[in-house]
């Protein structure tokens, strides 16, 4: 190859200073002001912190049987990670040193211009380290690969890349943690690639300390018949934003997306997901809820497009929001672009409180209304939740998502 | 099954040909192309317009010239050269205006009677006052009697500019500033003509009203303005129809309606658009780019938006609902059809301001041959508004592989009591249905037009009866040989 690593991020950082960060005026980032991260970090927000040592098993997963990839502060620990053999799993950081061919395309990559913003340049630029995992064809990995990534305040850039081998299985979960009260930036790229017949579940844990900002962007390629299945969670951080793109590029691929947002205080949380139907057959899921306490603002854009050629697409999308308190605000924006008549396609979006008549059936029961309350609003989201495979994880989640909501008094009575 | 009857083909749906195309010949009184404030003085003046109307005009063009063009909408089109544009156009033989049918040139009514509304049989059968805009005049307004006696004013704005001056001070601008987006701006500056209603309080207007609008001169733009103030407890429904002749250039339509409703009020206002879509090739045909808005400042308040939209080259338009009063209702139905290669971003706005303000969204769009349709609605419910209520439904109906069909719904909620549910589906005509009625009998072509025809059910139901007639046959006659 004839570029060198050190041009790709040349190309990038100028791409960044051309761009900047989105503003509000551009449509996609409408809802989110971005302006809060130089505000709250400083011009040179896209310092990378400095290394510290933070004991990364007070984040474990209880329960959770798995390999573990451990990064403090966007660099790898390899002491305190247990990794898989008969895969490929190296840190970037190790990848730029031992082949740094391999990571040219990697880094060179940020993403389409049109879809990407100054932030995904940023992260190109200065990506210091990331999970970079390749498995090979017809092989599965026996247990889930757990990610984490812990800070304690600061910026970091992580780029990671996931690739999936010809009928090839994998389980990971990637997990953003902190238990700090200094704010930071963390601005992760994963992209995730999917040969014939591979299949991917993707968790993505976003609980970021309080007052860390988050900037997260998710791309998969998927080939022929692959399947990928994303359970993305968002309770951390005061700003986060997460742009989950999947192209279904090959007949037969199948995607789906389950969300969850937890938010309260004055957090706001921003998913954009945009699914491209590029091939014929192809099937997608997405469901996205989220629940709204205190002065929280909640995003939801949801693009699906059905390409010429992609006939015999199955799509459909729903999005059902809770909110809570009087202060909290949720826009929500599902999109269907469609160029091509032999589809059937679905969104559908709700927004209200608790239903009244559920309310009314529990409490005819003899259950107090603080009680239906609590019942309604923990079904309500533990719908999304009950979708996870890993008993651990949803439990897991469950414990960190309703002990954020005060209506939910009663947590370890209602788990079952 | 009869052979002859299932012979139609995409391509005799693509070919149909305009019925509304032909130019009337008769003698214009046409400004020359350009735009400049001589332009708008010689308008204003030719109008015989007040002071302060000149200087209204005046600010809204100075306030467009700072402003660009939105591209905003999902269309395409070659950018438009405001200067090339005639901005004013009246037919020659009005320049005294008419005061009765009688006196209307025969060649206009002929004109009518070829869009199958003559005046007269209108106004004998259906009980239908018209106040047909042809090229930007008003050329007849016909019921005024009956109208006046019940204190109901129905006039061309310019007129009403004369007469009622304070009444249009008062409101004009109100509802759609005159800096609210570029073709307000442009419209506020060079309006010609339009209608405008007055229904005092307490008056149910004891009949439709009915505007007729007609681009005829070539290289003409059309921008009318419309104000409807319906005052407390009073009620009307208006109607409006339009069409264009066939021409190679393209036209703009650039259209401002203002709807003011207080207390206890209710509009309903129906709109059936079939200006000319261009060939289909896509060469020529109307740029309807039309700023509608109904502002609900009363307790109680109603409006209702109804359109069928099948024509025009490119339909640019959101009729938007200001919910500020408590418990006042907007709703908004809307059928639109794209073929050839005709482009459509339609949707509407429900702005939820005041406590239990409630909306209804019901939008069905039918894209074939090349046609590019576009739902973009907005949902607002603003911290204000105590239990507000929302159901928004769009489907889309696809016929043929190279149409496109895109929904975007834009969803703010920033009130916990608000309930709103949003669904869309979109598909293509049902292979079982199609099949099913074919099984019993029914040519193809009558089993499209069938499930179209109840695809839009919702919405031709809430059109008074004559327009739904009417719209009933323009969806038939629009979808013939649409099999795909």
Known sequence: MSVSLQTVRDQAWLAFEARGLPTTRDEDWKYTDLSRISALLGEQWWQAAAATEIDAAAFAIPNLDAYHMIFVNGRFDAEASDLPAGITVSSLAGLIQDEPDKTIELMAYHADAALSSGLTAANSALASDGACICIAANTRLDKPLHILHVNDGGTSHLRSSIEVGQHAELEIIEHFAGNHDASGLTNSVTAIRLAAGGRCTHYRLQLEAVKQCHNGRVEVKQSRDSAYVLHAVELGALLSRTDVISKLDEQGASCELNGLFVASNRQHVDHHTRIEHNAPHCVSREHYRSVLDGRAHGVFNGKIIVGKGAVKTDSAQSNANLLLSDKAEIDTKPELEIYNDDVKCAHGVTIGQLDKNQLFYLKSRGISEEEAKQMLTFAFADEILAKMGSQPVRRFIERAAFAKLPIITDLEGMLV | ?484
Request: include cysteine.
């Open chain 2, 1 to 484: 099954m009869s052979d002859v009857k299932t012979e139609h083909k995409p391509e005799s749906f693509t070919n149909r040909e305009y019925e509304a195309g032909f130019i009337t010949d008769i003698e214009t009184d046409t400004l020359p192309p350009g735009l400049d404030e001589d332009v708008i003085r010689h308008i204003s003046a030719k109008k015989n317009e007040p002071e302060w109307l000149l200087n209204w005009r005046l600010e809204a063009f100075r306030h467009w010239q700072t402003m660009t063009e939105p591209h905003w909408p999902n269309v395409t089109y070659p950018p438009i050269d405001y200067q090339s544009v005639s901005y004013y156009s009246a037919p020659k033989s009005q320049a005294d205006g008419p005061k009765s049918l009688d006196e209307v040139d025969p060649k206009l009514l002929e004109t009518y009677a070829k869009l199958g509304i003559p005046l007269r049989e209108q106004e004998f059968l259906a009980g239908v006052a018209v106040d047909a805009v042809f090229d930007s005049v008003s050329v007849a307004t016909t019921f005024k009697g009956k109208l006046k006696d019940a204190g109901v004013i129905f006039c061309p704005i310019s007129e009403a500019v004369q007469e009622y001056p304070e009444l249009v001070q008062q409101y004009l601008g109100t509802v759609v500033p005159t800096g609210d987006n570029f073709y307000a701006a442009l419209n506020s500056a060079v309006f010609t003509d339009g209608s405008f209603v007055y229904i005092p309080k307490g008056v149910r207007c004891p009949m439709e009203l009915s505007t007729y609008f007609r681009i005829n001169a070539l290289n003409t733009g059309q921008f009318e303005r419309t104000l409807i103030i319906a005052d407390k407890g009073s009620y009307v429904s208006y109607l409006e129809g339009c069409t264009a002749p066939q021409r190679d250039e393209n036209q703009l339509h650039a259209a401002v309606v203002e709807l003011v409703i207080l207390d206890d009020a209710q509009i309903k206002y129906s709109t059936v658009q079939n200006w000319y879509p261009g060939d289909e090739n896509g060469i020529g045909g109307i740029y309807n780019f039309v700023t509608k808005r109904a502002d609900c400042r009363g307790q109680r308040a109603r409006v209702s938006w109804t359109q069928v939209e099948t024509g025009s080259a490119i339909t640019w338009k959101y009729p938007s609902c200001v919910l500020r009063g408590d418990d006042s209702v907007g709703e908004f139905y809307s059928v639109a059809l794209t073929k050839m290669h005709q482009q459509a971003d339609t949707g509407t706005k429900m702005i939820h301001i005041g406590k239990n303000t409630s909306s209804t969204i019901v939008s069905k769009g039918i894209s074939a041959g090349f046609g590019q349709q576009s739902y973009r609605g907005l949902v607002r419910i603003a911290k204000s508004a105590e239990g507000a209520r929302n159901h928004t439904q769009c489907d889309s109906l696809l016929i043929g592989d190279k149409c496109g069909a895109h929904t975007f719904p834009y969803v703010e909620v920033k009130n916990p009591t608000a309930t709103m549910e949003h669904e869309a589906s979109t598909s293509k005509i049902g292979e079982d249905q199609l099949f099913y009625c074919q099984s019993r009998g029914i040519s193809e072509e009558d089993a499209v037009n069938m499930i179209v025809n109840g695809f839009c059910k919702d919405v031709f139901n809430e059109l008074p009866m004559e327009f739904a007639v009417e719209a009933n046959r323009l969806m038939e006659v629009s979808l013939e040989g649409a099999v795909g």
